[in-house]
């Protein structure tokens, strides 16, 4: 039951540094320091381990990859070694030289991080003056460098509104694709909960967007769309399920079955700087934890779907129940659905909190006024 | 860039060039790697997506399976313009007028 297939795709986390301060941010609430970050060497090495274990795809991500020199280097290793290359970004470090060099060193594909369709919101969202600007810039770049283009539209109460015209932005800077994706609550989106989780009728006029735009935009432009799983009646199939396709590497090196798993306590994480990373992925602690389907609790191991959706999210579980092994309150099946129900209502149906933006020591990030009709764009306190 | 999905007998069809076809040896299957996601054709679309090559046209295509599998050619033509049709809506494949 526990055997694990090798893995398809590898999240390099090559750093938690980023100029941008998301309140959504995927990254952990204690950011890594630059300091404890592997070097090019043990990058190439752990690159040269998952290919050979059959992993198909790498995903430069962080923080912001592009803060780390040797990223070209790290895309040409993975190049030489067959691994498909695709770089998440939130594209403001990036000049034509640079994407130039990174074109020139193979990188496959961008994926560009846009937080609203114009200036005054995404600047503020992204906590980062001169952000939203200089990502229109650089989609231009990099579509001018003959690379392919995702925008990554991460989507929320805040930002709603403004749907229609970010699928406009997408095809205007003419991406092939785009990502609009509600804000998943785990870390730092789980902190913002409140000031990010949208109505029902708020989600139901989005996917009516998105469903309409993907009709009208075929062959022009790819849609991939992430619900806010709070108002599902299944859970998402997590990672397309827990250590069975995709592992999460680390700044420093730990190996994570997802980038939030370290969220849930009693979990013991390894590190490609003591074992390779196929026996990490084979017989870790945390990968072995909520492989399959052996640890399920009832409804989940008794369900014809349970090997559809997996079980759903452990980090889920565990936020909202304390419990990472039991069954997705997203499920209805949950005997703790009502309560993520409730939450949902409770919470959106509320005046959004002010943010609290990502930084080192979540306790001392700045906060800023929420949206409201006298909200300054750029205007922080503490 | 972004050409749409008209598709017929003169069209031709390549792959965008962030689609790789490639042979996964650990698996021993072939494979379209895509961002954040990959293909697994099937036989059949893979005789098809093999010689989406840039160079010849659906009719060419077409006329080089009929040869091979001995089939009717306008049961081909269908088969062959819906797999193209399809995979450039998923982005995959991009059609070019000659």
Redo the contacts between chains.
């Keep these: 039951m526990n055997a694990a297939a ?1 893995p ?2 590898l999240l390099a986390e090559l750093t938690h540094r980023c100029p941008l301060r998301c309140p959504y941010c995927s990254n952990p609430l204690e950011l890594e320091r630059a300091s404890g970050e592997l070097d090019t060497d043990a990058w190439v090495r752990v690159f040269g381990e998952a290919a050979d ?2 992993v ?2 790498v ?1 430069f991500s962080g923080g912001e990859p592009t803060v780390r020199k040797d990223l070209e280097r790290l895309v040409a290793a993975c190049g030489a070694l ?1 691994l ?1 290359t ?1 770089l998440i970004t939130s594209g403001v470090l990036l000049d034509e030289g640079r994407i130039a060099a990174l074109a020139g060193a193979g990188l ?2 961008v ?1 560009l991080s846009f937080q609203d369709s114009e200036e005054a919101g995404g600047d503020r969202i992204g906590g980062y003056k001169g952000g939203h600007a200089k990502k229109v810039e650089v989609a231009r770049l990099v ?1 001018k460098a ?3 283009l ?1 925008l990554n539209m991460v989507v929320h109460r805040q930002n709603l509104h403004n749907l229609p015209a970010m699928i406009e932005l997408a095809v205007g800077l ?1 991406a ?2 785009v ?1 609009i994706a509600h804000v998943q609550y785990y870390g730092w989106g789980l902190k913002n909960r409140a000031a990010l989780i949208p109505t029902r009728a708020q989600l139901d006029e989005a996917t009516a967007v998105v469903e309409a735009a993907r009709q009208r935009l ?5 849609f ?1 769309y992430v619900v806010p799983d709070y108002y599902a009646r299944r859970p998402k199939s997590c990672m397309g399920g827990w250590g069975r396709n995709f592992l999460n590497v680390m700044p420093s090196g730990r190996v994570l079955p997802c980038h939030a798993a370290e969220t849930i306590p009693g979990l013991r994480f390894d590190s490609v700087s003591d074992r390779p990373l196929q026996q990490i992925w084979e017989t870790s602690d945390a990968f072995q934890r909520f492989r399959g389907t052996g640890w399920m609790p009832e409804p989940c191991r008794s369900c014809d779907r349970r090997e559809i959706d997996w079980g759903g999210c452990r980090c889920q579980a565990f936020a909202i129940t304390g419990d990472a092994a039991r069954t997705d309150p997203a499920c209805e099946l949950s005997s703790d659905h009502q309560r993520i129900v409730e939450l949902a209502q409770t919470e959106s149906d509320r005046a959004p909190p002010a943010f609290v933006y990502r930084g080192l020591g979540a306790g001392a990030a700045r906060t800023e006024p929420a949206l409201s009709e006298d909200a300054v764009p750029g205007a922080g306190r503490s | ?5 008209a598709i017929d007998e003169g069209s031709v069809p390549r792959f ?3 689609m ?1 076809l ?1 042979f ?1 040896k ?2 021993e299957r072939w ?1 379209i ?1 895509a ?2 996601r ?1 293909f697994l054709p099937d036989e059949i679309a893979l005789e098809i997506l093999r010689r989406c090559d840039g160079v010849a046209t659906i009719g060419a295509i077409v006329d080089a399976l009929a040869g091979k599998f001995d089939a009717p050619r306008d049961v081909i033509m269908d088969d062959v313009k819906k797999l193209v049709q399809d995979f ?4 995959v494949l ?1 059609t070019k007028e000659r």
């Design positions: 090798p398809l795709a274990m059959g198909l795809q995903h067959g498909y695709n496959e594909h994926q579509r003959g690379l392919a995702t003419d092939h694709r990502e075929k062959g022009v432009l790819v991939d | 860039m972004n050409a749409g999905v965008q060039p962030h790789k490639r996964d650990k698996r494979t790697l961002p954040e990959l450039a809506e998923k982005g991009y």
